[in-house]
């Protein structure tokens, strides 16, 4: 049976379908798609017309092709999704939806299937907006992305995909609230590195738990009289004078093991040419999963 889907966008994954629902529900409007999980064969999504289709077929047994929509092929794949998804009717009442969109509403999924959209809008300003979005749909028969706060005023920000769906509208939601938070910061750290930077007068480096330079700045890289791209080859000890090396070995090597937050010392870093700096420097760990994944350092003269 597998072997009828043996061409190009005849098949995919779940994991693919969850994350580009829009894409896999046109290629479903033209030929019937095969969903896998975990390499075999789990649904066939198909067009609501092919669906209908095969419900009038004479050589099908009674109640062989009246699917429940709840427990149907759709939401079967939806029961896999990360992101909540909702089925509304022509009047936006809601038709089915998965246990992500469940919880979100603080409700059980039978409580939820008896939600009116439009009586929720009239008292909730979040409400409204989505109805709005959702009538679009429904007038253009076209899909629409688009950002919202969360319905319950909780603070959240949500990136939402609606679509036409069985005769109505449906909606995937995913909640972007610690994404746009981690952009802000990221915008944030950008713009104070480049004030550092700016002042030339603080040297900014990273390294990697083993101690070799992955990136310096400019003002470090010119002071030394080498280029970024040779001190990123270098390991940190090796430019440090002897007298400091094994303390400053010793920090760096606490910091990588997690038995230290911070370490500050200072120390003498020798010149390409000839000569040496004296740096005051603190280092910190950059961590990823409670793991030091490189050493963040910053040094100002001594």
């Known amino acids: 049976m597998a072997g ?3 061409f190009p966008d005849a098949k995919t994954t779940a994991g693919e379908i969850s994350r580009n629902f829009g894409y896999w529900q046109d290629i479903a409007i033209k030929h019937p798609v095969l969903v896998t999980h975990h390499g075999r064969p789990r649904v066939v999504v198909l067009s609501s017309d092919e669906y209908f289709k095969l419900c009038a077929r004479k050589d099908i047994a009674p109640g062989e092709a009246q699917t429940d929509p709840v427990v149907d092929g759709v939401s079967t794949l939806s029961a896999h999704m ?6 509304l009717d022509a009047d936006l009442r809601v038709r089915a939806l998965n246990s992500v969109a469940a919880a979100n ?3 059980d999924v039978d409580e939820a299937v008896t939600l009116d959209f439009e009586l929720l809008a009239k008292t909730n300003e979040s409400m409204a907006s989505l109805v709005s979005w959702l009538r679009r749909v429904q007038r253009t028969s076209e899909a629409v992305r688009f950002e919202m706060a969360g319905v319950t005023g909780s603070g959240r920000s949500y990136s939402m995909c609606a679509f036409p769906f069985r005769g109505g509208v449906a909606y995937t939601y995913l909640q972007e609230t610690e994404i746009r938070d ?11 590195l480049d004030a550092v930077n700016a002042l030339y007068e603080v040297a900014v480096l990273r390294l990697n738990p083993s101690g070799y330079i992955e990136e310096a700045n400019d003002f470090l890289s010119e002071s030394l009289g080498f280029s970024r791209s040779e001190l990123a080859r270098a390991r940190l000890i090796d430019i440090i004078t002897p007298a400091d090396r094994d303390e400053i070995a010793a920090g760096l090597r606490d910091i990588a093991s997690g038995a230290k937050s911070k370490f500050i010392g200072v120390c003498s870093l020798m010149l390409k040419a000839s000569g040496q700096t004296r740096l005051k420097i603190s280092c910190t760990p950059i961590l990823h999963d409670g793991v030091c994944a490189a050493i963040a350092m910053v040094g100002v003269e001594a």
């Open 4 to 6: 009828r889907f043996d």
């Open 82 to 87: 990360l992101e909540g998804f909702v089925w």
């Open 182 to 192: 981690l952009r802000r910061l990221a915008g944030r750290w950008r713009a104070e």
């Open 105 to 107: 509403m603080g409700l």
